[in-house]
């Protein structure tokens, strides 16, 4: 406030700032110090609370208005904070305290103080933001494009538990807010404004100004719900007219969705439905006991761990070599134009780089123009997709001509999966490029030691392994080869960065990390095929465990060729039995033997239709014949699972990658690994390392040695009984 009169109560730790002028209005801020979104924590909870009784009982006061010091609202709870309450319950700590009473002491007072709340929302609010501002009686938000309002807690394994199950729909409707709930939907301001969440808009500099005009009318200072007489909209109780399709309808959706991976979705389900028959403070219980069985699961868990607070560590570069400077990269050059040189393009020309790609004649070069063109029309921008791939275009260069390369700093080969072909590339291209360049490789399957030969300066040479599509896909596997120096990897990591990947960092290997789980995935498969099990069985397992696509699905979509070409290449290696994929190399052979390579050659496991559609090829059964006995469904999934986690252990112990977290994150982020077991590793540790041994054995018993589990995962649960080491109950 700018009023003379006004006066400005110091904050006790810096979160609060409490104005109040000669209007009779107050004006709290929270800002907190040294981030860029405000979230909620116990100090801010404690402070804030001071503010509100300091205006409840100054009797000078007729209204307050809340609001952000910072360019938007509030993000929610402070997950990395949550994390070890978290897992220190899953670990036995029964004592740690996993409910939010002060928070929701707090919200209660401020709708029932007395006095009228208005928030003025200026910018994004989500998760405990939305529900600090539900619990204000009025809500002003501020009009712009990048506003968004949602309680998305349903995306970490979690449940709005500051009120936010019961005060949604008892403000719009049970049939309005579970959508928002259980999908975790967020809303822009128009939206948002429609679904009555905000009860109206301003531009951003003006929503304090907003609120201010509506509490100077002296308006009610109570929420419907504590009204005699209030009736949720549209009704509650399985007598509502819309409690057919809300619940009994919508849990079958809900399983259908999650396959009961997920148990969040149905705990908010039953918040709201049990919830909304009771009085408010008993709902808040509910809401509080919902919530308590979500943290009891090692899902949350997971997903907090390696979907926030992993990922969000690498994307940050906290593993990037120390002490060495920048590289900016202004010009790159890309060797290549097939289906990972255009997405890499246009990923670095949406980051601003000016961009070469090279291929073998100007044709090819022009139809990797219309590639990339396509790409950005699909992208599209937040604006005009026309306006947005026009941008693009204008940075990057389609050509023949290796001269066009000259003086870039760095160059990204994704040429054919050949060394032959590589060596060329790299030989025409390594004269035009400027000294001190990096170089990297996208192969996904030879290793990058050897194609370090080709170039001059083999310190400079590193594998940037980027997954399909690479517009899409947030995970690039970087690969250290043998004579790659950590400058060179600092490089790699900061263009990692500004093309806005989250990068793992792992050592040189026949396929590397990602390939080599990605093979033991789809090689399963096969040697159920073999084995007689129905190809139906297989992909809906997969389905049920979570997995992002199918495995005989994405064999299709990678294509049945590629998978020979790496068997192949493997014999020619001399590489042994393992990485030779032994027992999956009958399958691939007959599937190129009859030339179904996938959907490149209009069909491979499965056959694609003109519309878009697909379903198994039934000529299956003639080349891989269905046995009598089937496999349980959970045998199935089991043997998809796990195969994956011991390989990831093997990778471990072979050096391959050097953290469990990594691993986790290589998995979910490239390889559809499912999310809520946090990956690999975490999988291993939701199952409990004596289970997990357990199961192996039996699979190993029943499929072969390949379910061993190595001697380092028994010690491993004879020593720690976690792969996990919690320090301070944070991930290590």
């Known amino acids: 406030m700018t009023d003379a009169k006004s006066t400005a109560t110091p904050p006790a730790s810096g979160l609060i700032t409490l104005t109040h002028g000669g209007d009779g209005i107050a004006l709290i801020v929270i800002d907190c110090p040294g981030t860029s979104v405000n979230v909620f924590s116990a100090a801010l909870t404690h402070e804030l609370s001071e503010a509100v009784e300091t205006v409840l009982g100054d009797p000078s006061v007729n209204g307050v208005i809340l609001t952000s010091g910072k360019a938007g609202f509030m993000a929610g709870a402070d997950l990395k904070a949550c994390y070890p309450a978290i897992a ?10 996993l409910q939010f009473p002060e928070e929701n002491r707090l919200l209660r007072r401020i709708e029932t103080g007395g006095k009228p709340f208005a ?5 994004t609010a989500l998760g405990g933001g939305l529900e600090l501002a539900l619990a204000c009686h009025h809500r002003v938000l501020s009009d712009d494009p990048d506003t968004r309002v949602g309680l998305p807690e349903v995306s970490v394994g ?3 538990a500051g009120g936010g199950t019961q005060r949604l729909p008892r403000l719009i409707g049970i049939e309005a807010a579970l959508p928002l709930l259980v999908e975790g939907t967020a809303l822009n301001a128009e939206q948002a404004l429609r679904a009555g969440i905000v009860d109206a808009l301003a531009e951003p500099p003006g929503v304090i100004d907003a609120c201010r005009r509506w509490l100077l009318g002296r308006p009610d200072a109570a929420q419907p719900w504590d009204k005699d007489g209030y009736r949720i909209p549209g009704g509650a109780g399985p007598l509502a007219e819309h409690a057919m399709r809300s619940f009994y309808a919508g849990m079958a959706k809900v399983r259908q969705r999650t396959q009961n991976n997920y148990p969040a979705p149905l705990a908010i389900l039953r918040a709201v439905y049990e919830g909304t028959q009771l009085p408010f403070e008993q709902a808040l219980d509910v809401e509080a006991a919902c919530f308590r069985t979500l943290v009891q699961n090692p899902v949350a868990r997971n997903l907090i761990r390696t979907q926030f607070i992993g990922a969000r560590r690498h994307a940050a570069l906290t593993h990037r070599p ?14 290549g134009a097939g289906m990972m040189g255009t997405g890499i393009a246009y990923a670095a020309a949406a980051a601003g780089i000016d961009v070469v790609v090279l291929d073998a004649t100007p044709q090819q070069a022009a139809a990797a123009a219309a590639k990339i063109r396509k790409i950005a029309l699909r992208m599209g921008g937040k604006g005009d997709p026309d306006a947005h ?8 260069t389609c050509t023949a001509d290796f001269a066009l390369i000259a003086g870039a700093d760095a160059l990204i080969e994704a040429v054919f999966e050949d060394r032959a072909v590589k060596q060329r590339a790299f030989a025409d291209a390594l004269r035009y490029m400027a000294p001190g360049a990096l170089i990297a490789t996208n192969t996904s399957t030879l290793p990058v030691s050897g194609l370090a030969r080709y170039v001059d300066d083999p310190t400079r040479f590193i594998g940037m392994h980027f997954f399909s599509p690479v517009e899409r896909m947030p995970l690039l596997e970087i690969i250290m080869g043998e004579q790659t120096s950590q400058a060179t990897l600092a490089h790699a990591m900061d263009l990692a960065r500004r093309l806005r990947k989250t990068p793992i960092v792992v050592n040189d290997s026949p396929g590397f990390y990602t390939s080599r789980v990605f093979c033991t995935y789809v090689d399963e498969a096969m040697i159920m095929l073999r084995e007689g099990v129905a190809p139906a069985l297989i992909e809906n397992a997969a389905r049920m465990a979570g997995f992002a696509v199918p495995p005989l699905a994405v064999l299709d979509e990678v294509s049945l060729d590629l998978q020979k070409r790496v068997v192949d290449q493997a014999v020619a290696d001399g590489l042994d039995a393992r990485f030779r994929r032994v027992q999956a190399q009958p399958a691939i052979e007959a599937m190129n033997r009859i030339g179904r390579l996938g959907r490149k050659s209009g069909g491979g496991f499965y056959v694609f239709s003109d519309e878009g559609g697909k379903h198994l090829w039934p000529g299956l059964a003639e080349l891989f014949p269905v046995a009598a006995r089937q496999p349980d469904v959970h045998e199935v999934r089991d043997r998809l699972l796990y195969i994956q986690a011991l390989e990831s252990v093997r990778c471990l112990d072979e050096g391959v990658i050097s953290a469990g977290q990594s691993a986790d994150i290589g998995a979910t982020l490239g390889l559809g690994f499912p999310a809520w077991t946090g990956g690999p590793i975490s999988f ?3 199952v409990g390392l004596t289970a997990f041994l357990r199961r192996c054995e039996a699979l190993k018993a029943s499929c072969g040695a390949r379910f061993d589990p190595p001697a380092s995962l028994v010690g491993q649960a004879r020593e720690h009984g976690s792969f996990y080491v919690e320090e301070g109950m944070m991930p290590a």
Do not use: F, K
Not at 88 to 97: F, N
């Open 389 to 396: 791939a026009a941008a693009i275009q204008a940075r990057i």
């Open 158 to 160: 979690l449940l709005p």
């Open 684 to 686: 291993i540790d939701s």
């Open 88 to 97: 220190a319950h899953l670990d036995g700590h029964e004592e740690t305290p």
């Open 322 to 335: 120390a002490g060495i400077a920048a590289q900016p990269v202004r010009r790159l050059a890309i060797l």
């Open 119 to 123: 928030c003025a929302i200026n910018g």
